[in-house]
């Protein structure tokens, strides 16, 4: 098949017979679905793009497997251009869509994936590495969206995988047959995982002998027996629901998704098995895949740090605020830090290095110093863009009010909306409306729906601030410096 | 003559590329009335390619496209005219 539109990529989503659960039922058109379906458009607009002349230098690639086009979020990096363009195209999707476009953690499954089976299978003479090109070019030939799954519910962190009162509270083989494997157990926070055709499972730490069953990778269809999602919910996010909603939504058309997907028995075909047990490669996998999702940050949330930043210099305009030098300072500040992210996902990706299998990483340390700040910048963004906005971005009355005809019985005879409009407008030549429409972006990116994206994405998604410190502390190379230090200083012991 | 008009991905362009390629191939009729552009496409030999970037980076792979001359558009503000040429895909200073 050729590369998907986002037409067909919706339309192959209603043929899976995903099960999804949220409010308390199972929501059969899930599709449709007012609360998810913004999720969905972000998803189809990688599609989208990888057909338009401006945008597919980013958004497509040659495949090393086929030597066809595929799109580039199915793309095994095969140079330090390649780790660059997939930080540039993930800063475009985040323009485009001021959200998570949730496409990013399969791409960098793949790579992962793709680097460790082939090292594993050099100690160990598996075939995994064979299985995973064979799957990757079937993801490739059908332009697939893929989950890729590490985070397991982990229970008490105190513990490790097999000392768990439930030995449920991360992923393991419960039973291995001649023609495959049986898993149980649960991916938390999964991105995008109900939008997407298949999921990557990998182990989500390393893993010691005695809890080899919980060293396992595979993949397996959404709509595979005995595997379920259950939505996670968002701040705010029953405005969706509302009849007509649209400024009070702040992005109507865009927006993330995480779910918890469940396996409970399900069953893995022998070729769909990446790692079975071998305990001593876990560890390498999670680091991989950890050091290409702390790179994509620094592309991902710059796009949609731009729009914020466009956003508050809007509001500034609209507030009549735009000429006051702290508001210029603040705008500044926002760019100045907006950039730095990108500079380390450019970084990063600029001082790749080609694996045993012939794809490319990052800088594992600049990658991680590239997360580290991204745990810490957006917040810094979203503060002053709170700023720059006013009160009036968390105070205003709701779009029905604004659009009512309701007659309020007093002197002056004006409605409900005449009353919201004349103490609302701004600057002239600005409507309330518009007004409104940046501040409901501002509040939604801040701390609505998309804030799960936005913000605390930002803090945990590819690992908490903490795990990020444990590999800058591994990478500092601490010895050499102090090496350095005693040349200059004089120093000879 | 045949003009191909590649773009770079516009990861950040901040200017509408479209347009001002339209600009550049519209006053390039005005000296060759027989200019024809259209999208480029890998494996069609192009007597100009028309690069089209959203910033001085001009990053695209031109890898696969065939072509007597390339000319690079960094912004909408003419540097077209004169340096930013490729040739035979290698970039000139």
Known sequence: MPLMTGEQYIESLRKLDTKVYIFGKEEKNWVDHPIIRPSINCVAITYDLAHDPEHEDLMTATSNLTGQKVNRFTHLHQSTEDLIKKVKMQRLLGRKTASCFQRCVGMDAFNAVYSTTYEVDRKYGTSYHENFKKYLTYVQENDLTIDGAMTDPKGDRGKSQGAQADPDLFVHIVEKRPDGIVVRGAKAHQTGSINSHEHLIMPTQAVSEEDKQYAVSFAVPSDAPGLFMIYGRQSCDTRKLEPGADVDLGNKQFGGQEALVVFDNVFVPNDRIFLCEEWDFAGMLVERFAGYHRQSYGGCKVGVGDVIIGAAALAADYNGAQKASHVKDKLIEMTHLNETLYSCGIACSCEGHCTAAGNYQIDLLLANVCKQNVTRFPYEIVRLAEDIAGGLMVTMPSEIDFKSALQIPTESGLTLGDWCNKFFKGTEGVTTENRMRILRFLENICLGSSAVGYRTESMHGAGSPQAQRIMIARQADYETKKQLAKDIAGIKE | ?93
Request: charged letters at 30%.
């Open chain 2, 1 to 93: 003559m045949r003009v191909g008009v590649r773009y770079c991905g516009g990861c950040r362009a901040n200017y509408d590329r479209r347009a001002e390629a339209a600009r550049f191939v519209s006053r390039l009729r005005e000296e060759m009335p027989d200019a024809v552009s259209e999208d480029a496409a890998p494996g069609v030999h192009y007597d100009l390619l028309l690069v089209v970037c959203g910033c001085r980076a001009a990053c695209p792979s031109l890898a696969g496209f065939a072509y007597d001359k390339a000319i690079v558009i960094v912004d909408d503000e003419g540097i077209w005219r004169n340096e930013w040429v490729f040739k035979n895909n290698t970039k000139a200073s």
